[in-house]
């Protein structure tokens, strides 16, 4: 079994920046593409940036400049850095990832989320 554990939950004002992570732990053989998501009250989960195993990126319109994914590939952490945080961005952010727990298999697996709550 694999788990994803994500840390960085925190209440920002507007304009201040935030880091979350998120480790993955448990029967892995390889990790392929990560990603971060988001869910606001109300709405559906919608993604926020992505990272292939090469480390190459993608992001949604509204985080581009504001927002950086990383992974450290070593320890099988993803970063999301957050700057410039408006009141919009709060949400539970989740983070994802597909792990190959042997050769040739893939899963796809979710941390449990954490809220970023961004408010003067």
């Known amino acids: 079994q694999v788990q994803l554990v994500e840390s960085g939950v925190g209440l920002v004002q507007p304009g201040g920046s935030l880091r979350l992570s998120c480790a993955a732990s448990?029967?892995?053989?390889?990790?392929?593409?990560m990603g971060w998501y988001r869910q606001a009250p109300g709405k559906q989960r919608e993604p926020v940036a992505t990272?292939?195993?090469?480390?190459?990126?993608n992001y949604a319109d509204s985080m581009k400049g504001r927002f950086t994914i990383s992974r450290d590939n070593a320890a099988n952490t993803m970063y999301l850095q957050m700057n410039n945080l408006k009141p919009e961005d709060t949400a539970v952010y989740y983070c994802?990832?597909?792990?190959?727990?042997?050769?040739?298999?893939?899963?796809?697996?979710w941390g449990q989320g954490t809220q970023v709550t961004v408010s003067s």
């Open positions: 994802n990832a597909i792990v190959s727990p042997r050769a040739g298999y893939y899963n796809s697996y």
């Open positions: 448990g029967s892995i053989f390889s990790i392929n593409a």
């Open positions: 990272i292939t195993s090469g480390g190459s990126t």
